[in-house]
């Protein structure tokens, strides 16, 4: 409750102007992190005592920061609501969501960032059983509208959907991809295993408030702060304020 008090940021990164009643029609682009890549991400994650979740967070904050012109964003993150033993095996629909309230500071290096990202996760994560309707009635500031999502309008998803097909009790499970053509966040990011030492990233968005090209773009900046921030020597010394996080098409 402290950590969402007061204004909310509101994500900025829409070209068209918000429709008063959605239709939540979506697109998605997409890239595939090579094995270099990922093994640098799960290398700067355990450097960070995290999981790859943070350093993809930061990566697509500094993006969303970027397009935005905001000095803080807020990004939803799924929770299974599994984590104690007597919930793990049960038949039910427990997913929760969790806003991360993230502060970007220009003058922080990568480095700092990146840590940073990881302390909010971590503060987040220990209440993370607080129902999320519960955080509404509590927020003046999250008002209800029927135009855009309350507290948050974008999402990071980690799926940890298995690469190949699984057998569980002698029934044999594949994963296939079905896009529904609609999306409920003005954006959202979603991340995935894809063949041996390689992650999908999917950037699915509304068609009423970005278009193709723009949309490309942030996926394309998320990976060049991902590319900054698994990089040692560079994310010790380069700043918020000094990243380029201008995609090469645009910068020819």
């Known amino acids: 409750m402290r950590r969402l008090a007061g204004d909310l940021p509101a ?37 960070a005592s995290a999981t790859a979740f943070v350093p993809l967070l930061a990566a697509y904050a500094l993006a969303l920061s970027y397009y935005g012109d905001a000095d803080e964003v807020v990004v939803g993150a799924p929770m299974a609501g599994r984590e104690r033993p007597e919930t793990a095996d049960v038949p039910a629909f427990t997913l929760a969501m969790l806003p991360l309230r993230l502060d970007i500071d220009p003058a922080a290096t990568l480095t700092e960032f990146t840590a940073r990202v990881r302390e909010t996760v971590y503060d987040a994560y220990a209440a ?6 519960w955080t509404l009635r509590r927020l003046p500031a999250a008002s209800r509208s029927s135009s855009a999502t309350p507290v948050f309008q974008t999402m990071l998803n980690m799926l940890p959907y298995p690469a190949r097909a699984t057998t569980a009790s002698d029934v044999r499970f594949r994963f296939v ?23 999908l990233l999917q950037y699915a968005y509304q068609q009423e408030l970005l278009d193709a090209p723009a949309a490309r773009n942030v996926l394309e900046s998320t990976l060049i702060a991902l590319r900054a921030l698994t990089d040692p020597r560079r994310a010790e010394h380069t700043t918020v304020r000094s990243l380029d996080l201008l995609p090469g098409d645009d910068h020819r």
């Open 11 to 47: 994500l900025g990164i829409a070209q068209k102007q918000r429709p008063a009643a959605p239709t939540y029609r979506g697109e998605i682009t997409e890239a595939v992190l090579d094995e270099q890549l990922s093994r640098q991400l799960h290398a700067t994650a355990l450097a």
């Open 128 to 133: 993370a059983e607080y129902p999320f309707g």
């Open 177 to 199: 991809e079905l896009d529904t053509g609609y999306t409920k966040y003005d954006c959202a990011l979603y991340v995935q295993p894809h063949g041996p030492g390689r992650l």
